[in-house]
C-alpha cells in the first residue's frame, strides 16, 4: 500500500514539485520513497511495504524494457493466480510484488488489464511505446473506490495524488473552496464524487480510469453491477443459499489475509466483524490481533466492548480494548483533522480505533460493507415501509399530499438544524424513494444552507447548476431500475454514504496511521452475489409505522449473514440489537470539547473564514446546548473551520 502523485506535461520545471507531494504524504509509505520522470511526464511513490517488503518492490517500478512505468496503491488479492499463469506462458518476474504483476498484464492486455484486477487499488502507468494505444498516462480506481485518487488538470499539465495533502503541496494547485461542495457536505456530511472541496480539483470515480494523451483527457468507465444473477438465486432453496455465502465469505476472507506482515481486524462488538474475525481465525495459525474501542460513564449506552471482548474470548483473538475519553479526544481532534482528506463529519471513531491498532499492526481487516450488503441499516426498513405505502393508490395520495403540505414556503422560516426543521425535510422526501433515501441522513436541508451561508456566498451559489447526486442514483441505461427496493438501497447507499464518507475517510485516517485497511464485504464477486440475493434472506420484520429497536432475530436483518457463519459465533449473536460504531459526540461537546467548539464557532473566527453568518452559527451554538439540534449542527462547522486551519491554510 502506497501514496502515488504524478505529473504530465510540461514538468521541465516541476522536478522538486514530486519530492514536495511525496513528504506531504510520508504516512503513506514510511518504508519507501522514490520518483522518476522524463522531459514530459513525473511519477512518484512513498510505499507501505505489505507484499515482498524487500527492494525488488521499489517503486515507481517499470517493465524490462523500461518503456513502461508504474506508480501503485493497492492490493491484488489474485495477484499470485494471474502471476502463475503469466508464468507458465513464458513471463519473467524480477519480484514477489503485486506491483510487478500488475504492471505485466497491463504490457500485455492494454487499458483491458483492469478487468483481471480483484482487490483494492489507484494507480497510474505512464506507457511510452510507439503506437496509436500507446503514448499516454492512465490513472485508475478499484470498482468501489476503496483507494482514493484526486487529480487537478490545468492548461499545460495534469497533477494527481492519493491526496488532497499530496496535491497541495504543488505549488500549482489552488485553495479555493467550492461552494458547490460546501453546500452538498452540509446536505449530506460528505461530498459526493468526483466534487471536491477545492475549485478545479476532482476525484476520479470508483471503477473509471482516466487517459491523458497530447493534452487531452478522456475519462472510461471499466466495471458495473452485475444484477443478473438474481433470477438464479431464486430458484435455490434457503439452505443451498446459505452454503454459496458461506463459500464465498471463507474464499474472499481467505484471499484478502494475503500478506507478508501481519494481519489483525477490528472488532466493533457487531455481527459484520465478528462474522469475519471467526472466518479469520479458521484459516489462520496463530491467534487474530482484535481491537476495539470503548468510553467511560458517559458512553455507556453505545459501548460494544463487553460483548466484542466476549466474541474475541469465544473466538480465541488476541484482543485489545481501548477506553477513549473526552479529553484525549480533544487533545487529538487537530492531529484527527490533519488525518481527513477532505472535511466530513464522520471518521473520528474509524481515526481512534486505527490509532489504537497501528503500533502492532499494518494491515487490519474491517467490517465495512456488512450492512450495505444485507440490509443492515435502519433506513432499509424505512425504505421498504415507504414503498409498501407506495404500491396502494390510498397510500400514493397520503404521502403526496405530506410531500407538499411539508413543501410550503412557512416551513423554511424555521432555524436551520432544529429537529423540527429536520423532520420537516424528511416528510418533504416523501415524494419519490430517492428523495426518501437522500432525507434519511441529512444535516441541513437545501434551506437551511441558505440559511447558514453569507448572502454573498448563497448568491453565488444560486447562479450555479444544482447538484446532481439525486440525478446520479435514477436508473440509466446501463444500469435499469433495481429488482427490489432493498436492492435499490443497498446500491444507492454503497454510491453514497459508503463511497463517500466511511471508504474515503477510512482511508484517510488509517494511511495517516500508516495502517492498511481492508473490506473483504466489498469484494467485487461477494458484492455481486450479496446484491442479488432474494429479499427474504436479508429483512423479515415488517412495521408499516414506526422502525423501532429489534434484535436480529426478531428482525429478519442479516439472517443470511449468520445463518452462514452460525457454528463459528456465539449461540446468541442473533439476540443482540444493532447498535453501531458510534462515539459519545454530543456529551463531549457539552463537557471537554465545548471550549474548542466556542473558540471555532466563535463570531471572530467566524466572520473572518466568511463562509457563514456569524449570528445563525451562534443561534446553532445555542441551540445545541439547549438540546435543539443535534450535535452534527456544530460538529460539522467546526471541522470545517479546523480543516480549513489545519491544511487549507498551512504551507506544506
Known amino acids: 500500500m502506497c501514496g502515488i502523485c504524478g505529473i504530465a506535461g510540461q514538468i521541465s520545471s516541476q522536478p522538486d514539485q514530486i519530492k514536495n507531494m511525496l513528504t506531504a504524504m510520508q504516512h503513506r509509505g514510511p518504508d519507501d520513497q522514490g520518483a522518476w520522470h522524463n522531459p514530459t511526464t513525473a511519477l512518484g511513490a512513498v510505499r507501505l511495504a505489505i507484499i515482498d517488503p524487500s527492494a525488488a518492490g521499489h517503486q515507481p517500478m517499470s517493465n524490462s524494457a523500461g518503456n513502461i512505468w508504474i506508480a501503485y496503491n493497492g492490493e491484488m488479492y489474485n495477484f499470485r493466480e494471474e502471476q502463475d499463469k503469466l508464468a507458465q506462458a513464458g513471463h519473467q518476474f524480477q519480484s514477489n510484488s503485486d506491483t510487478e504483476v500488475v504492471l505485466k498484464l497491463y504490457e500485455i492486455y492494454g487499458n483491458d488489464f483492469l478487468q483481471r484486477l480483484r482487490g483494492i487499488f489507484a494507480l497510474a502507468i505512464y506507457d511510452q511505446r510507439p503506437g496509436p494505444n500507446y503514448q499516454q498516462l492512465l490513472l485508475a480506481r478499484d470498482p468501489l473506490g476503496i483507494k482514493p485518487l484526486l487529480y487537478h488538470s490545468g492548461e ?25 461542495a460546501l453546500a452538498e457536505l452540509l446536505n449530506y456530511g460528505s461530498i459526493p464524487q468526483p466534487t471536491t472541496f477545492l475549485q478545479g480539483v476532482h476525484m476520479l470515480l470508483p471503477a473509471h480510469y482516466l487517459t491523458y494523451r497530447d493534452g487531452k483527457m478522456a475519462l472510461h468507465k471499466y466495471w458495473e453491477f452485475d444484477r443478473t444473477l438474481g433470477a438464479d438465486l431464486e430458484k435455490l432453496l434457503y439452505p443451498e443459499l446459505v452454503s454459496l455465502l458461506r463459500n464465498n465469505l471463507e474464499a474472499v476472507v481467505k484471499s484478502q489475509l494475503v500478506s507478508d506482515v501481519p494481519v489483525g481486524a477490528f472488532l466493533s462488538g457487531g455481527v459484520d466483524s465478528a462474522a469475519l474475525v471467526a472466518l479469520m481465525a479458521k484459516v489462520s495459525p496463530q491467534p487474530i490481533k482484535t481491537f476495539s474501542i470503548g468510553f467511560t460513564e458517559e458512553g455507556r449506552n453505545i459501548d460494544e466492548t463487553a460483548r466484542a471482548e466476549q466474541i474475541a474470548q469465544y473466538i480465541g483473538t488476541d484482543h485489545t480494548r481501548i477506553q477513549i475519553t473526552g479529553v484525549e479526544v480533544r487533545e487529538q481532534l487537530r492531529q484527527f483533522v490533519r488525518a481527513l482528506d477532505q472535511p466530513s463529519v464522520d471518521g473520528l471513531n474509524s481515526y481512534l480505533v486505527a490509532k489504537a491498532a497501528s503500533p502492532y499492526l499494518k494491515v487490519a481487516i474491517s467490517g465495512l460493507g456488512g450492512d450495505e450488503l444485507f440490509a443492515g441499516y435502519p433506513w432499509f426498513n424505512r425504505l421498504v415501509n415507504f414503498a409498501t405505502w407506495q404500491k396502494s393508490l390510498l397510500g400514493q395520495i397520503v404521502l403526496t399530499v405530506i410531500a407538499r403540505l411539508a413543501s410550503w414556503p412557512i416551513f423554511d422560516r424555521f432555524p436551520p438544524g432544529q429537529k423540527f426543521s429536520r423532520a420537516i425535510n424528511k416528510l418533504r422526501g416523501f415524494s419519490n424513494i430517492t428523495n426518501k433515501f437522500l432525507s434519511e441522513n441529512q444535516i441541513f436541508s437545501k434551506i437551511g444552507v441558505d440559511q447558514l451561508l453569507t448572502p454573498t456566498n448563497k448568491d453565488w451559489l444560486r447562479q450555479q447548476p444544482p447538484g446532481q447526486l439525486a440525478n446520479s442514483l435514477l436508473p440509466t441505461k446501463e444500469q435499469p431500475n433495481a429488482t427490489s427496493v432493498i436492492q435499490q438501497t443497498s446500491l444507492m447507499t454503497l ?60 428482525s429478519g436483518n442479516k439472517r443470511i449473514l449468520i445463518d452462514a457463519v452460525r457454528d463459528l459465533l456465539p449461540p446468541d449473536i442473533d439476540q443482540q440489537t444493532k447498535l453501531g460504531f458510534s462515539l459519545p459526540l454530543e456529551y463531549w461537546l457539552k463537557t471537554d470539547l465545548q471550549p474548542i467548539m466556542n473558540e471555532l464557532l466563535s463570531p471572530e473566527i467566524v466572520a473572518k473564514r466568511g463562509l457563514f453568518r456569524p449570528q445563525v452559527i451562534q443561534n446553532l451554538r445555542t441551540d445545541f446546548m439547549n438540546n435543539r439540534v443535534s450535535w452534527t449542527a456544530v460538529w460539522l462547522p467546526m471541522i470545517i473551520e479546523l480543516w480549513c486551519q489545519e491544511i487549507l491554510d498551512t504551507t506544506n
Open 495 to 554: 454510491q453514497t454514504y459508503t463511497q463517500n464518507q466511511l471508504l474515503r475517510d477510512m482511508d484517510a485516517v488509517s494511511m495517516y496511521q500508516s495502517l492498511e485497511v481492508r473490506v473483504p464485504y466489498l469484494d467485487t464477486q461477494l458484492l455481486n452475489l450479496a446484491i442479488n440475493l432474494p429479499d427474504y434472506t436479508k429483512l423479515g420484520y415488517r412495521n408499516f409505522f414506526f422502525s423501532r429497536p429489534a434484535t436480529y432475530r426478531s
Open 156 to 180: 499545460q499539465s495534469l497533477v494527481f495524488a492519493s491526496e488532497m495533502k499530496g496535491l497541495l503541496a504543488h505549488t500549482g494547485i489552488p485553495r479555493t473552496i467550492n461552494l458547490r
